[in-house]
C-alpha cells in the first residue's frame, strides 16, 4: 500500500470540530506565548480554522505588514474570547505560505501575501518557502527595509508598518 503525501491544498482544508473554544490551561503547548499577550489560565480561548487565518493575511494590503499576534488578536475578537491558540495560528501561516507558493506554481499566480506577516517580535518566518532568505527578498521587492541580527532577519521598524 503506498501512501501520498498531502498537498499544502489540503493541509489547508478547514478542520472537522473548528473553531473551537477551550479554557486556557498551564498544560496547553501555547500557553506561554497567549500569556504574553494577556491571556490568564482559565481564559476562554479559540482553536481556529485555517480558513479564518488565510482570511486575515489576504486583507494586507501592499505597503502594510501584520504579525502573527495581531492575527491571534483579530481572531479572539471575532470570537468574543480573550486570545486565540498562536501555535495553531502560527501553523496555518505557514501552511498558508506553502499552499500559496504551491498553487503559484500551478497557477502562476499568489492569492495569498503571505510574505506581509511577520512573527510576532518582526522577523522573517523561516519556515516560509525559500526560507528566512526567500521572505526577505519578497518583503524587498515591496520596498520593506530589512536587517540582519545575528543570524535571524527583521523588518526595520517593522511596527511602522502594521496595518490597523
Same mark, same amino acid.
Given at each position: 500500500?503506498?501512501?501520498?503525501?498531502?498537498?499544502?491544498?489540503?493541509?489547508?482544508?478547514?478542520?472537522?470540530?473548528?473553531?473551537?473554544?477551550?479554557?486556557?490551561?498551564?498544560? #496547553?503547548?501555547?500557553?506561554?506565548? %497567549? =500569556?504574553?499577550?494577556?491571556?490568564e489560565?482559565?481564559?476562554?480561548? %479559540?482553536? %481556529?480554522?485555517?480558513?479564518?487565518?488565510?482570511?486575515?493575511?489576504?486583507?494586507?494590503?501592499?505597503?502594510?505588514?501584520?504579525?502573527i499576534?495581531?492575527?491571534?488578536?483579530?481572531?479572539?475578537?471575532? =470570537?468574543?474570547?480573550?486570545?486565540?491558540?498562536?501555535?495553531?495560528?502560527?501553523? #496555518?501561516?505557514?501552511?498558508? @505560505?506553502?499552499? @500559496?507558493?504551491?498553487?503559484?506554481?500551478?497557477?502562476?499566480?499568489?492569492t495569498?501575501?503571505?510574505?506581509?506577516?511577520?512573527?510576532?517580535?518582526?522577523?522573517?518566518?523561516?519556515?516560509?518557502?525559500?526560507?528566512?532568505?526567500? =521572505?526577505?527578498?519578497?518583503?524587498?521587492?515591496?520596498?520593506?527595509?530589512?536587517?540582519?541580527?545575528?543570524?535571524?532577519? #527583521?523588518?526595520?521598524?517593522?511596527?511602522? #508598518?502594521?496595518?490597523?
Amino acid at each position: 500500500m503506498s501512501y501520498r503525501r498531502k498537498s499544502w491544498q489540503e493541509k489547508l482544508a478547514d478542520k472537522k470540530g473548528l473553531p473551537k473554544i477551550l479554557r486556557l490551561e498551564k498544560t #496547553f503547548p501555547c500557553y506561554n506565548a %497567549v =500569556h504574553k499577550m494577556g491571556a490568564e489560565a482559565g481564559d476562554e480561548v %479559540v482553536l %481556529v480554522n485555517p480558513s479564518e487565518v488565510v482570511e486575515i493575511m489576504k486583507e494586507v494590503p501592499e505597503g502594510k505588514l501584520t504579525t502573527i499576534v495581531q492575527i491571534c488578536r483579530k481572531i479572539a475578537e471575532k =470570537h468574543n474570547v480573550k486570545a486565540c491558540c498562536s501555535l495553531t495560528t502560527g501553523i #496555518f501561516i505557514m501552511i498558508a @505560505a506553502n499552499a @500559496a507558493e504551491e498553487a503559484a506554481s500551478q497557477a502562476g499566480d499568489i492569492t495569498i501575501p503571505y510574505w506581509r506577516t511577520l512573527k510576532a517580535d518582526g522577523s522573517l518566518n523561516e519556515k516560509y518557502p525559500g526560507g528566512a532568505e526567500g =521572505h526577505r527578498k519578497k518583503l524587498e521587492r515591496e520596498g520593506f527595509p530589512v536587517i540582519k541580527k545575528g543570524k535571524k532577519y #527583521f523588518v526595520e521598524n517593522y511596527q511602522d #508598518f502594521l496595518e490597523d
